[in-house]
Structures are given as structure tokens and as C-alpha cells.
């Protein structure tokens, strides 16, 4: 599908400079662009391709001053970063717009299923599975009995979504994440065995939540595992069994969060962080990667570091001293002989 700068500068209340009719088919990094493509420029550091680039089209902002002669057609807007952004949104809703359900797939005659869905090859839809409109499950999906799921929600090939599970509007779930798999819960018997207890609760997303690829979220043992509204999980993420994360919290790769935490809203968690079970984190909290949380964190607003976590700025202050400590020991080592000799002498 093509498109002129008069097409996408009407889209974006732009200006062209340039040729108005010229057209593209692709988007690409400006350093990258080859003929056919659009680009963009919003960070001066880049400013130097923007006399070589091969680029067809290119969103720039009004107020860029041109040091050389260009080449491309320019769209002037207010912000090109968040322009470019708009087209990326509308090239990735272009290219997902799937509809209609392929064969062979499995629609069990109880599942309630809303208007144009998308039902890839070999997707499993349980009894009693609620489907609202413009979703869409890719091939391979799975989704068990009684699962709730709203409007424009969007299943990846492989997703597998358990029993009893509540998906809310607007939610995303990438390939291989796993929505409402047991909570990891044994009871530990005389003899030195584990005895399984049944997990018999569920796992609730809300609305605007998305799940990153091959992530993990454990139904409840009894209530339910809860991602409240605009949560973001990153690929590789473990929940445990009746977690509770608060609104627009936002976490990143490898993080594992242990049975019955509760974190509040807007926290941030870096890569590979570990939280214990059975604690809270308060709102706006920020979690410096591969720190681990080992106890209850009540001041909100705050930035934490290390494991187990501190004060972000104790934790370099920490690191600083560590770096110095070789030195130290020879400080401590000549200052040792010193004594030594002063010793012998008296």
C-alpha cells in the first residue's frame, strides 16, 4: 500500500516541502532508508543522514534549520517524534487487521462470540468462553472453559489462557505468555513429600493491560491474581499465585514477583528484579535492575537500588566505596607495616 506527503501530511496536519505526490511503502530509520521509504528526524545527533539519506519522505520539525541541501520531500509538524509515532500505530493497525474465523479450529457451540473477530487455524475456544467484539485470537491459541475476554483484545499465536480467566478491554498477550497456570503451592508432609494444593482461583486482567512473550501469570489459590488497568509486562516476566500489581505500573524482563505481593500504581521495576512474597510496595516506587526486594517498602515515590534494595543514593554512595576497596586494603596493609616497624623500635 502506497501513500503521498500530501496523503500523510494531511494525516498529521503537516506541512510538504517538495514534491507532494511522491510516494511510500515502507518505514525505515533514517540512516537506513533506502527509496520508497518514510523516515523521520527528531534528535539533532541524527541531523547529518538527513542530507544523505535515500529516504523518499521525511518528518521533521517545524522548526529545523536546514544546514545543507536536501534531497527528500520534507512533512514539517509540531513534533515529528510523536508524528512518526501516529503512522507507526496506524501501519501496525493496517497490518494486524485480520478478520473472519480459518479452519480447522475448534469453537465450542456454548463460547459467545462478538462481531468481526479474528479466529486463527487451530485456536482452541472452550465452553462457556465469551469473546467480545473486534478481538482476535491468532492460530494456535488456546483458551479454556469459562473465560471471560472483551472488546479488542488481541491473543498471539500460542497464548494459552486458563479456565475462569478475566480479560478486560483493549488487553494484549504476546506468544507463549501462559494466563492462569497453578500457583506454585505444596504442602510439605512428614515424610519429606510435597502434597499439591489446588489452585482453584483465577487471574484477572483489566483493561489496557499487555503481556510480553512467554511471561507467566499464576491464577490465585483461592480469589484471584490481579493486573489492574495499563499494567506493562515486559517478555520472561514470573507472577505468582494472588499477586496483586496497581495501575499503570510498568515492569521489565526476568523479574519475578513471589505468591501475594501487593505493588502499588505507577511503579517501576528494572530487568531480573526479585520481590518476596507476602509484601507491598508502595505507589511509585523505582527499582533499579537486578535489585531484590526483601521486605515491605512503605514510602511512595521513591528510587531503590541492590540487593536486598536501599535508598537509590545509599546504593551508590555503596558502590563507590566497594570500587575504592583495593586501594584500601594496600592503605591499610602499608599503614599495617608502619605499625610494625614503630613497634620493633620502641
Known amino acids: 500500500m502506497q501513500f503521498t506527503a500530501q ?15 511522491v510516494a511510500v511503502n515502507r518505514l525505515a530509520k533514517i540512516e537506513e532508508a533506502g527509496e520508497g521509504s518514510l523516515s523521520f528526524l527528531a534528535n539533532p545527533k541524527y541531523e547529518q543522514y538527513l542530507y544523505s539519506t535515500n529516504a523518499s519522505i521525511v518528518i521533521v520539525n517545524n522548526d529545523l534549520v536546514l544546514a545543507n541541501m536536501v534531497k527528500a520531500t520534507l512533512i514539517r509538524v509540531e513534533n515529528a517524534y510523536s508524528a512518526f509515532s501516529v503512522l507507526l500505530e496506524q501501519y501496525n493497525t493496517i497490518k494486524l487487521n485480520k478478520s473472519g474465523i480459518e479452519q480447522p479450529c475448534y469453537i465450542d457451540p456454548s463460547a459467545q462470540i462478538g462481531q468481526n473477530v479474528y479466529i486463527g487455524a487451530f485456536a482452541y475456544i472452550g465452553p462457556g468462553v465469551k469473546l467480545g467484539d473486534n478481538s482476535k485470537v491468532y492460530p494456535n491459541a488456546y483458551i479454556g472453559d469459562n ?103 510498568v515492569i521489565a524482563a526476568q523479574t519475578g514477583i513471589s505468591g501475594s505481593t501487593k505493588i502499588g500504581e505507577q511503579v517501576i ?75 620493633k623500635d620502641s
Not at 492462569?180 to 482461583?201: C, H, L, M, R, V
Not at 512503605?298 to 541492590?306: H, L, Q, S, Y
Request: with cysteine.
Open 7 to 21: 496523503q500523510i501530511a494531511l494525516v498529521l496536519n503537516g506541512t510538504v516541502e517538495g514534491d507532494p505526490l
Open 147 to 249: 473465560v471471560s475476554i472483551g472488546k479488542n483484545v488481541t491473543l498471539f499465536s500460542g497464548v494459552k489462557v486458563y479456565f475462569d480467566c478475566v480479560l478486560g478491554d483493549n488487553v494484549i498477550v504476546h506468544s507463549g505468555a501462559i494466563v492462569g497456570s497453578d500457583g506454585f503451592g505444596f504442602a510439605p508432609n512428614a515424610d519429606g513429600t510435597y502434597q499439591k494444593i489446588a489452585q482453584i482461583g483465577n487471574v484477572i486482567l483489566e483493561d489496557n493491560v499487555e503481556v510480553g512473550s512467554n511471561t507467566t501469570i499464576d491464577r490465585a489459590t483461592m480469589g484471584s491474581t490481579i493486573i489492574r488497568k495499563g499494567v506493562k509486562l515486559d517478555n520472561l516476566i514470573q507472577i505468582a499465585h494472588n499477586v496483586e500489581i496497581g495501575s499503570n505500573t
Open 269 to 343: 521495576l528494572g530487568g531480573q528484579v526479585g520481590v518476596v512474597g507476602h509484601i507491598n510496595i508502595a505507589k511509585g516506587s523505582q527499582v533499579q535492575a537486578q535489585s531484590g526486594i526483601s521486605r515491605t517498602i512503605v514510602d511512595e515515590n521513591k528510587k531503590w537500588a541492590g540487593s536486598p534494595a536501599v535508598a537509590y543514593n545509599n546504593n551508590m554512595r555503596s558502590q563507590v566505596v566497594i570500587q575504592r576497596l583495593p586501594d584500601l586494603e594496600k592503605r591499610i596493609e602499608e599503614l599495617e607495616k608502619i605499625i610494625a616497624e614503630l613497634r
